[in-house]
Each structure stands twice: as C-alpha cells, then as structure tokens.
C-alpha cells in the first residue's frame, strides 16, 4: 500500500482528542431518511431492494430503479448519465418536507467508476486520469453537491479529524452511502437479516484488533504508525465500552492465524494484500474492515480471496474496504470509528461518515447504514 501522508498532514492529526462526541439522544438516522437505489436490468436488484424496505419500513416512494448495465465497473459517462443524473432528479421530487440523509445501494448497481481512456478525455495526462477513478458510493455521497473537482480526493466535512477546519464540500450536501451487496442474492438477503436480529438481541461476542507494532509513541504519527496508533486506541476505546466479553489486541507482526479469533464480532487490523486469513469465528451481525489496498475491487469475481468478499462469504453483516488503491491515510480510522459505533449512539452509517478522511474516492461502506447494534450506555 503506498502512502501519500506528506501530501496532506491536516488529515493525519488523529491524536485529536475525542471532542465532540456524544450527540444527543434519538439523532441516529431513521428509515424516513433513507432513499433505497436499485437496478432494475440486475436479477435479484428491485426484489432485495423492496424486501430491506419493508423490513426497515421504509417509505415505499423512497425507491430509486435506475436503468444501468449490470457490470462492477462504470465509465465516467455511465455514472453521469444513468445514475448521478436520475439520481438528483428523483430525489428533487420527493416532498421538500421529507429530510433525505442516507442512500443504500443494492446489489446489482456499479461498485467502481473507471478512469476515462485517452479518447474519452485526451486533455488529461495519465496520471490526471488514474485519480478521476472512485467508488461510485463516494461518489453518491456527493450526489446534491453541483460541482467539484473529480481529480484525486476531497476532504470529507463530517469527518471528525478536520473538526472546525474549512472544506471545499459543505455538509448539508454530503451524504450517507450505504450498500447491501455482495457475492450472491442470498448473502444481501443475511446482511438484512442477521442486523435486525443482532439490534433485536444485542451484538455480543469479542472484539479483534490486529495491530502490528507494540503502540507507537510521538505527537505527529503518519502513514503506517499512524493507523497503527489508531488500532492501539480503538481497542482501548471498545474495551472502555464494556459493550465486548472480550477485546483482543494483537502487536505482533504477524496476522492473526488461523482460528485464532472465535466468536468475533468487532474487528480491524492489517496487512494481507487481497488474501483473506481465516482466523475468524464470526458471530451473527459481526462488523470489521480489513486496512489493505484491494479489499473491495471486486464482490463477485469467484476466485478472488479480498477481504470485503470473503468476509462477506463467511458471515459478517458489514465491512468497508477501497475499490482501487486509496493511500493508507484514506481508510476509516479504527478509533473513530470503532468508539462512535459502541458509545450507542450513531448508527453504522453514521459511525463510518464521521471517521473517513475523504470523499470522491475509493471507499465502500457494506451493510445496512441504519444498523444500530449498541445500546447507549
């Protein structure tokens, strides 16, 4: 994975202290907020998309079908003409008195835009034209913002590491991207499932942290020692909680091995380049992520061993990982985001929006956004 750290210090500030916390009681996101987006040339699409809304009761004019080939990549011109354009128009229809903040995407839609070709934009260089690449979620993130540069990243306003720091983007126009996808209809159909019976019963099990150093020191941590900093905090965080049986933290070098991690339901670490390790029992609503370069450049391609799709095959209800490479700063951070999902306050959705970095990019949030698995305490 490479790093772009000395590009951008403002994001690598993650000793920031954990202010602005707790947001009041009941500002979770609600299922009138959600707007669902399917496609209606997928097999399977409008059927998982209508069955998520009726078991979240969603209201039914809260369905977006668009018309795009079923395919895991997009060009720039797809994006634009069959999903950003149909997009903003639905969503300029619904009544102006209903608030929108999230959209869940469903299996079936696009997961990445590509870079244009040189005859689609000669003007660019190569380079110019790599970094216009992103997932289309990032994207959709920005749906109701008019313009804004497609090269590179744009640092994301609800991130809580540029708290009080001036974006490009303002935050009534950024929002929520969720998605319910995955390898197959059945396992989309689990995702559902298994978050409504981990909120109804409580999500319980052991907390996972993989580190690979003991914890690093200093006040200006980039790159690597950074995160590795943040997997160090965010175990600390879960444990503080009391919401895990058991929080596990690993510094070792090594990955976690095989079986090493029974009845897991939270889990960060790194770093096994599109090699999924086996380590996990995992329990029924599990969350984790996996910080490595290529963990979600496919949800479909059989043989691949990505973190995103084997996690998926395995059992756990929601994951985040880049569609092409993202830079090691780019990931959610651990601590943020592992502390707002067990203080019980944010949903999923929410936990994932305020701890990354940047939109216009390359992550993807899979799950259910609403998913709330922690009670306040």
């Not at 903003?88 to 839609?109: F, W």
């Not at 984790?288 to 496919?298: D, K, L, P, R």
């Amino acid at each position: 994975m490479l790093s772009r750290a000395s590009q951008n210090p403002v994001v690598l500030l993650l000793f920031l202290v954990w202010v602005v916390l707790r947001p009041a009681t009941g500002e979770a996101l609600e299922p009138a907020e959600v707007v669902v987006i399917a496609n209606v040339r997928a097999n399977d699409s409008l059927e998982l998309a209508e069955y998520y809304m009726r078991r979240r009761q969603i209201p039914v004019d809260h369905l977006i079908r668009l018309n795009v080939a079923e395919k895991e990549r997009c060009s720039r011109q797809e994006y634009d003409e069959k999903i950003r354009k149909p997009v903003r128009q639905a969503l300029a229809r619904l009544d102006p008195g209903r608030r929108v903040r999230c959209l869940v995407v469903v299996y079936g839609m696009p997961l990445a835009i590509r870079p244009p070709g040189p005859e689609e934009s000669p003007q660019q260089d190569q380079a110019e034209q790599m970094t216009t690449k992103a997932a289309v979620d990032s994207e959709l993130a920005l749906v109701l913002t008019d313009d804004y540069p497609l090269a590179g990243w744009l640092p994301n306003p609800y991130f809580r590491g540029l708290r009080g720091q001036a974006t490009l983007l303002a935050r009534d126009r950024v929002l929520i991207v969720g998605r319910l996808d995955g390898p197959d209809p059945a396992t989309v159909r689990r995702l559902v499932d298994d978050t409504l019976q981990a909120e109804k019963e409580g999500l319980h099990g052991r907390a996972c942290f993989d580190a690979r150093w003991p914890k690093p020191t200093g006040k200006n941590l980039s790159g690597y020692a950074l995160y590795d900093a943040s997997l160090h905090a965010a175990a600390d965080g879960v444990r503080a909680s009391g919401q895990m049986e058991e929080v596990r933290l690993d510094e070792r070098d090594e990955l976690f091995r095989p079986g090493e991690c029974p009845q897991a339901a939270l889990y960060s670490g790194w770093y096994s380049l599109g090699r999924y390790i086996d380590a996990f029992g995992w329990v029924r609503g599990a969350i984790g992520y996996h910080i490595a370069s290529a963990e979600c450049t496919t949800l479909k391609d059989k043989g691949s061993q990505v973190w995103c799709k084997r996690m998926l095959e395995k059992g756990v209800a929601a994951t985040i990982g880049p569609v092409n490479e993202p830079y090691v700063q780019a990931f959610p951070l651990p601590e943020l985001f592992f502390t707002s999902l067990t203080e019980g306050y944010l949903s999923l959705g929410e936990s994932y929006l305020v701890s990354l970095p940047y939109l216009s990019w390359q992550m993807v949030l899979i799950g259910d956004p609403l998913y709330q698995p922690f009670k306040p305490r």
